[in-house]
Structures are given as structure tokens and as C-alpha cells.
């Protein structure tokens, strides 16, 4: 079992950038395929971005993808999320995620260890 505490959330005008971390204890965080999900108000938690374990693969979905770079840090325990040229629409509350599977690794249902989440909130 792995803990997650995710950071960097904030306040932005669109067309900014903020970088997410999300900072991993308790665990073999080398074990952990890791990723970012988000939720926005009254919607369902939505994929972001998944990293493998090495940090060589990456994976986005459509609506971030050129926007948005998920890196690793595996000697700091942490993973990362660059968000750049932001949308109103990329509001969200961001949490990280872990697993050592390697299955469904764009489903919520595929990650079984969770951060608490960080607000990112994006104005017009």
C-alpha cells in the first residue's frame, strides 16, 4: 500500500501553466504505475494521464494531450503533472493514483491507491 499526497493545486487565468506533484510513502514506488485524474464539478472522475513504472511510457487522454506532461521522479518518490496553456474547462479537482497493475489503466476501476485530490481552478 502505497499513500499519495498530491500538492501545487491552485488559482490561474487561462492560458497559464501550473505543475501538480504528487509526493508517494509507505511504498515500492518503483512497483507503481501512476497517473492523474481529475473530477469537475456534478461530472464523473476522468482520466488525465498515466506513466509506467520506468517512466519511458506515457499516455494521455485527447482533451489534454500537447497541453499537458506527466513525468516521474522514481529516486523522490513523486509524480508529476506539467499543465500548460490552461482552460476553463480544465477546473477540476486533480488527484493522483497508483497501482502495480497494469490493467485498465485508464479506468478509475484500475487504481486501487488514491491522493485526496488538489482544487485547480482555471479563470476566463
Known amino acids: 500500500q502505497v499513500r499519495l499526497v498530491e500538492s501545487g493545486g491552485g488559482l490561474v487565468q487561462a492560458g497559464g501553466s501550473l505543475r501538480l506533484s504528487c509526493a508517494a510513502s509507505g511504498g515500492t514506488f518503483n512497483n507503481y504505475r501512476m497517473a492523474w485524474f481529475r473530477q469537475a464539478p456534478g461530472k464523473e472522475r476522468a482520466f488525465v494521464s498515466t506513466?509506467?513504472?520506468?517512466?519511458?511510457?506515457?499516455y494521455y487522454a485527447d482533451s489534454v494531450k500537447g497541453r499537458f506532461t506527466i513525468s516521474r521522479d522514481n529516486a523522490k518518490k513523486t509524480v508529476y503533472l506539467q499543465m500548460n496553456s490552461l482552460k476553463p474547462e480544465d477546473t477540476a479537482v486533480y488527484y493522483c493514483?497508483?497501482?502495480?497493475?497494469?490493467?485498465?489503466?485508464?479506468?478509475?476501476?484500475?487504481?486501487?491507491?488514491w491522493g485526496q485530490g488538489t482544487q485547480v481552478t482555471v479563470s476566463s
Open positions: 506513466i509506467n513504472r520506468s517512466g519511458a511510457g506515457t
Open positions: 493514483a497508483g497501482d502495480v497493475w497494469e490493467t485498465a489503466i485508464t479506468l478509475r476501476a484500475g487504481y486501487r491507491n
